[in-house]
């Protein structure tokens, strides 16, 4: 569709730019501010510069240390949960019900999970994979397979990983099964008629349609499982040791815990600073595919 | 088709177990939680239930988290509604950057916001309100908002705002009148994403409150007490905050795959 210039519109745009810079732009100037100044109590502020970012990015130094184990570790988690979730989202979607009452059921099933309040689901997994009380935990310990998510490590992963791929699987499997609905009969038809393989038709018809719902979904799977807080926190603390302690429990230690403003500032502002940039990249990436799109289509 | 209705099943029975364990722990009194396992109470009880009914301190705090969940769903939406009509039908200096400011937005961690938040409401003396956790909230919200409306505001063709300024609609009444009935369905979508992402939040609700708006999921962790854990009245709880979620789904269950591919979200 073409655009018409119109300056006006900001005018239209300006309550919501209100808004967001007020509780955007406002509380990261407050971060700003902290990260450059050190204080020893008393709201007394002494200027430190780039100190607490050069801590930050040393790993050498405890907090630089703390901050890069944290970072890998989140890493290292999102890429599992892409690995395993963008695969199973898409088998799920495949085999999706195609009419009767088992379409909605499916549906309303599916989306349950998305809509339980975070700590809420953080319970949930905390007494189902619980050794005595709970039905998980209880059936593994009893096939002999040791597992407690408190104290051993491994365990306490898994458990995480399990309880993220029941939460947002199906956030997945929801939207690649609406980019499915979006191909015409037309094509079915088609391929049937061309004698094409299942396999063929899942790599040129279906996969190609999905492309874009593909996209959004590793973008969103991969920004809130960087920003994972709260799930992690009411099952495991972030403990045992420090085994599941991801960048924003980190964090939030460091600024609500030990209030230390200087270094969660820093500690912020970098953090912040990596998902933008991803973030540009995929949203670059998106904007593009549109374009050539709509010169195909042009 | 054998094989797919095996998949379906699986993964449906994966998701439905610990909502089953959870229920099926509410109902029972805590002494049989802890003596032993069983797949169903032996004598079903509803106290945890009646508890959280009978008890202001529980009960509030669903009172809370849904004040704060239906101002930040109105603001997010009627915010929204005039931004994403001017990114869908002008251009205009620096329109691709805000779009893209505002998403950002969405990508931010509420780790990162919490304290500053905390000072900012402290100073402004929204503090422990529900308006200060809706407010928050606006900050994911909003651009949620704004990019679901746009794509479904594209979907409308221009010649509509054009026939209707050639009728002698003024702008108030065409997008009234007229427009909003056109994106109807959007605005639901919209309005079903900002329920979902504002009652699921909980870092952000509840840093800004202590007593008077503390929000349900802030009330769950006093079940932990010097007598130890009381599972039956945390499941109870957990069952009760799935309940509302599972409502708006029902209500909405035709138009989810629909709204997830329009709404881009």
């Known amino acids: 569709m073409n655009k018409t210039v119109n300056q006006k519109a900001w005018f239209l745009v300006l309550p919501v730019f209100v808004v967001v810079a007020f509780s955007a732009i406002v509380p990261l100037m407050t971060v700003v501010n902290y990260s450059v100044q050190d204080t020893f109590g008393n709201n007394q502020f002494f200027w430190n510069g780039v100190g607490w970012f050069q801590e930050l990015l040393d790993p050498s130094t405890e907090l630089g240390g703390r901050f890069f184990d944290a970072l890998w570790r989140n890493l290292a988690f999102s890429a599992v949960i892409l690995a395993i979730e963008i695969p199973l989202g898409i088998v799920v979607a495949l085999s999706m019900p195609r009419h009767g009452w088992t379409v909605a059921f499916s549906l309303v099933v599916m989306a349950l999970p998305l809509l339980i309040p975070w700590n809420v689901v953080g319970t949930i997994w905390q007494v189902f994979a619980r050794g005595d009380i709970g039905l998980l935990g209880w059936v593994v310990n009893h096939l002999g397979v ?9 365990s306490a992963w898994i458990t995480i990983v399990v309880m993220d791929v029941w939460h947002w699987t199906s956030l997945v499997a929801l939207l690649c099964y609406a980019g499915l609905k979006s191909i015409p009969d037309a094509y079915y038809q088609a391929a049937r008629i061309d004698g094409a393989s299942r396999l063929a038709v899942f ?38 040791g420090n085994a599941t302690t991801y960048v924003s429990i980190d964090l939030v230690k460091l600024a609500l815990g030990q209030f230390d403003l200087g270094k969660a500032a820093a500690m912020s502002i970098v953090y912040n600073l990596v998902i933008l940039a991803v973030c540009w990249v995929f949203y670059t990436v998106m904007v593009n595919a549109d374009a050539e799109k709509k010169e195909v289509e042009a | ?111 990162v916001f919490a304290l500053p938040f905390f000072n900012l409401y402290s100073a402004v003396g929204l503090f422990d309100t529900p308006w200060a956790v809706a407010l928050a909230h606006c900050l994911f919200n909003v651009p949620l908002a704004v990019w679901i409306l746009e794509g479904f505001m594209s979907g409308v063709p221009r010649e509509i705002d054009e026939t209707a300024a050639i009728d002698g609609y003024s702008f108030p009444r065409f997008f009234i009148k007229i427009f909003m009935p056109l994106i109807a369905s959007g605005i639901g979508v919209a309005a079903f994403f900002c329920f979902m992402f504002s009652w699921v939040e909980l870092l952000l609700a509840r840093t800004l409150t202590s007593v008077d708006a503390k929000p349900i999921a802030a009330t769950m962790t006093r079940t932990v007490s010097a007598a130890g854990m009381d599972w039956g009245l945390l499941a109870a709880a957990g069952v009760l905050t799935i309940v509302p979620g599972a409502l708006v789904i029902w209500f909405v269950r035709n138009y989810i795959a629909k709204g997830f591919a329009l709404g881009r979200v």
């Open chain 1, 146 to 154: 040791a597992y407690n998510y408190v104290l051993d490590p491994a």
């Open chain 1, 203 to 240: 790599t040129t018809i279906q996969l190609p349609k999905m492309r874009r719902v593909l996209l959004i979904a590793v973008l969103l799977r991969f920004m809130d499982s960087f920003m994972i807080y709260t799930e992690p926190f009411v099952l495991t603390g972030g403990g045992p």
């Open chain 2, 1 to 111: 088709m054998r094989g797919r209705a095996v998949v379906m099943t699986l993964y449906l029975l994966f998701l439905l177990l610990p909502i089953y364990w959870l229920v099926n722990m509410s109902l029972k009194t805590n002494t049989e939680i802890t003596s032993g396992l069983t797949l169903w109470p032996e004598t079903i009880t509803f106290d945890n239930y009646v508890k959280i009914f009978t008890d202001a301190s529980w009960y509030s705090g669903y009172i809370n988290s849904l004040t704060y969940v239906a101002i930040n769903t109105v603001l997010s939406i009627s915010l929204a509604l005039p931004a994403a009509y001017a990114f869908s039908r002008y251009r205009f200096l620096g329109d691709k950057h805000l779009f893209f400011w505002l998403l950002s937005n969405r990508m931010a961690p509420p780790a």
